[in-house]
Structure formats: C-alpha cells, structure tokens
C-alpha cells in the first residue's frame, strides 16, 4: 500500500523568503511522485514530478523537489516566494505499472505575506 | 488545445435528489479518473476507465455512486439520492495511457 503525509497544513512566508513545504510518502515499490497546486475554485495543476533517473527535479514558476529515497522524502522548495504562489499544494505518490492512480497527501496551504 | 472540462461547475441538490457530473477528456486521452475531494482534504481516488472499460472502481463510496463513459471520450458520474456527506468537489482526470494526468475545474456539489 502506498500513502502520503505533508506536514504542516498550513505555513506562511514573507514575499521574498524560502518555502519549504514536506511530504513524506510510504512504497513497499519504487514510487513515482508529484506535486500538484490548486488555485481557488480551479483544478489541480502538475508543478513537477520524479519518475526515474536524477533525483533532483525541476519543475514550473521556479518550484524544485528532491527524492530522497533513505529518507522517503520528496520536499518542494522555492527560494524566493511570490505572492502567486499562494495556493494549496498536494503531493502525490503513485508507482511503475498498473495505471498510475494517484494517492495524494492532505494538502498544504501556503500563505505568502509582504 | 482544450484542456479537461466539467460541468456542472456547481451542484446544489436536495438530498434524496440523485445528480449527474460530466467530464470532457482531453481529446485522444485513454485513461480517465474521477476523484472527490472532500473540504480541506487531498483529492480520494474513486473509478479509473481505460477508454469505456471501467477497470476499478475500488474507490466507490457506496452503491449509489455509479460512473459511465460509453464511447470511450466522455464519461458522467452519477449520484443517486444524494446524502449530506456527498457534498464535496467531483474532479476529473485524463491522461495518454501511464502518463501525466491532467485534471478539470471540479463540480462542487452542495447537498442541503
């Protein structure tokens, strides 16, 4: 079975300051994992993912995650925060084969202030 | 190209009354997912289609849920007398076969 937890359901940052927004996921198989982010009333949009191959990901707005695989960990991070980009941000986890349902964590929701 | 799109965007029903919610696929898209998201939580995995074949449906609530896509493009998930617990937000995912899926507005369905 597989699952997800974002610690901190909600966390707030200064424009400007670093975001860090955690999740940890449970794989008894080699996991493909996402983050995702949910404007109000919009639905779910692919900020980056890891599959296989470099651990540290890239993704969309200047978002990057990195899998670590000893911590079971894949963080999201952002050096410097826009007031964009608040929204609710949800990690996901699914694996190789079958047909790649999604397990999401319970979200986060961050808050940028000037 | 056009994305997923949904609709109703909102549902307010009466319990008791039964709903439909429609979900337009990205055009050649084989796999299609439906997810409720319930207030303040991450989205739960409901029915999975691989064009019109329902290949799981594990994630059903209950018997009164029941979901369709006849044709292989666009599918409808029906409710039938709808209980308060059923209020929550109905997304919509498609996706090339194993692929990145991508999701609609969600139907936000109030039952009163």
């Known amino acids: 079975a597989q699952s997800v937890t974002q610690l901190g359901s909600h966390v707030s940052v200064s424009e400007g300051a670093l975001v860090l927004l955690r999740c940890n996921y449970s794989?008894?198989?080699?996991?493909?994992l996402f983050w995702y982010v949910q404007y109000p009333n919009q639905g779910l949009q692919l900020l980056l993912k890891?599959?296989?191959?470099?651990?540290l990901v890239k993704g969309i707005n200047g978002f990057e995650a990195e899998f670590k695989k000893s911590e079971t960990s894949f963080h999201l991070t952002k050096p410097s925060a826009h007031m964009s980009d608040a929204a609710e941000y949800f990690c996901a986890v699914t694996s190789l084969g079958g047909y790649n349902k999604l397990i999401f964590g319970a979200g986060t929701r961050l808050a940028v202030h000037p | 190209g056009a994305g997923v799109s949904q609709s109703p965007r909102y549902k307010v029903a009466k319990r008791g009354q039964d709903v439909a919610l429609r979900c337009d696929p990205i055009s050649g898209h084989v796999s299609l997912f439906w997810y409720q998201q319930a207030l303040g939580q991450g989205p739960e995995f409901l029915t999975y289609?691989?064009?019109?074949?329902?290949?799981?449906k594990s994630g059903l609530p209950s018997d009164r849920f029941f979901a369709e896509r006849p044709e292989g493009s666009v599918s409808t998930l029906k409710i039938q007398r709808t209980q308060q617990e059923d209020s929550a937000v109905y997304l919509c995912a498609s996706s090339s076969l194993r692929d990145t899926q991508y999701f609609g507005p969600g139907t936000r369905l109030t039952v009163l």
């Open positions: 289609f691989q064009n019109e074949a329902q290949l799981d």
């Open positions: 794989s008894s198989v080699p996991p493909y």
């Open positions: 890891y599959t296989t191959g470099a651990t």
